[in-house]
């Protein structure tokens, strides 16, 4: 892999960037799916949280999880859910290093123990000048606008 802005994480989905995309974010709206409007065999992209829904509205296979602010018990879990199989989690995107426990950081994440490979989602967001413009904006943008 390079370390290009986004062509790792291109690199990584090379044979899924023709297939829809499913970006499923928060809120009552994702617990009320119609079936009938959704692609077949959709990328699926989830936030934070998404495990705890009462059922697997999107089934159990996650290609891409997002997050972007240090949560170190929705770290914990989403850990436990990928550990247990309850969920298929392909890859993990954060435009942030996931804390290690070292140079000072306070937090060290259960997902370092994870083999999932971990990539930059704002590297691919910030090859367009006008996003990454928004991107810097403060607040920052929520997670489902990212």
């Known amino acids: 892999m390079t370390d290009a802005p986004g062509e790792a994480a291109r690199e990584f989905?090379?044979?899924d960037l023709d297939r829809p995309v499913l970006i499923v974010g928060n809120g009552p709206s994702a617990s009320t799916?119609?079936?009938?409007?959704?692609?077949p065999d959709p990328f699926v992209i989830r936030m934070n949280w998404f495990f705890l829904?009462?059922?697997p509205h999107y089934g159990h296979d996650v290609d891409l999880f997002l997050f972007s602010v240090a949560q170190p018990e929705l770290e914990r879990r989403l850990t436990r859910v990928i550990e247990s199989g309850q969920s298929e989690v392909r890859a993990i995107a954060s435009p942030m290093k996931i804390q290690a426990g070292r140079d000072g950081e306070r937090h060290r994440s259960a997902l370092n123990a994870l083999r999932t490979p971990q990539l930059d989602?704002?590297?691919v967001i910030a090859e367009?000048?006008?996003l990454a413009r928004y991107m810097m904006s403060r607040p920052l943008p929520t997670q489902g606008m990212q």
């Open 128 to 130: 367009n000048p006008v």
């Open 53 to 55: 829904e009462s059922e």
């Open 33 to 39: 799916p119609d079936f009938d409007r959704l692609p």
């Open 121 to 123: 989602h704002w590297s």
């Open 13 to 15: 989905f090379a044979a």
